[in-house]
């Protein structure tokens, strides 16, 4: 498996909580142990981008989130080699 970078991971995540889930579905959805699971759920809760929805037990991406997914794919489909 090819390394990947914070960004990759984060819109992995980002990604996968769109429309909420678990952190058992998220983990296996974004290739994560655990314990990186837990690093990148503090920097993304911190930073606005991920929610924590105590009714459902389930993370949700934001809407700042969303945003950023949106701009990441617009990078992506502008220079595709340099991301993939």
């Given at each position: 498996?090819k390394y990947?970078?914070?960004?990759?991971?984060?819109?992995?995540?980002l990604?996968?909580?769109n429309?909420?889930?678990t952190?058992?579905k998220?983990?296996?959805?974004?290739?994560?142990?655990?314990?990186?699971?837990?690093?990148y759920?503090?920097?993304?809760?911190?930073?606005?981008?991920?929610e924590y929805?105590?009714?459902?037990?389930k993370?949700?991406t934001?809407?700042?989130?969303?945003?950023?997914?949106?701009?990441y794919?617009?990078?992506?489909?502008?220079?595709?080699?340099?991301?993939?």
């Amino acid at each position: 498996m090819k390394y990947r970078s914070r960004t990759e991971i984060t819109v992995l995540i980002l990604e996968a909580a769109n429309g909420g889930a678990t952190k058992t579905k998220i983990m296996y959805k974004s290739f994560l142990s655990y314990a990186q699971l837990k690093e990148y759920f503090t920097m993304l809760i911190e930073n606005g981008l991920l929610e924590y929805e105590d009714g459902t037990q389930k993370y949700r991406t934001t809407e700042k989130g969303l945003k950023l997914l949106k701009i990441y794919n617009q990078i992506e489909e502008l220079i595709p080699s340099t991301i993939k």
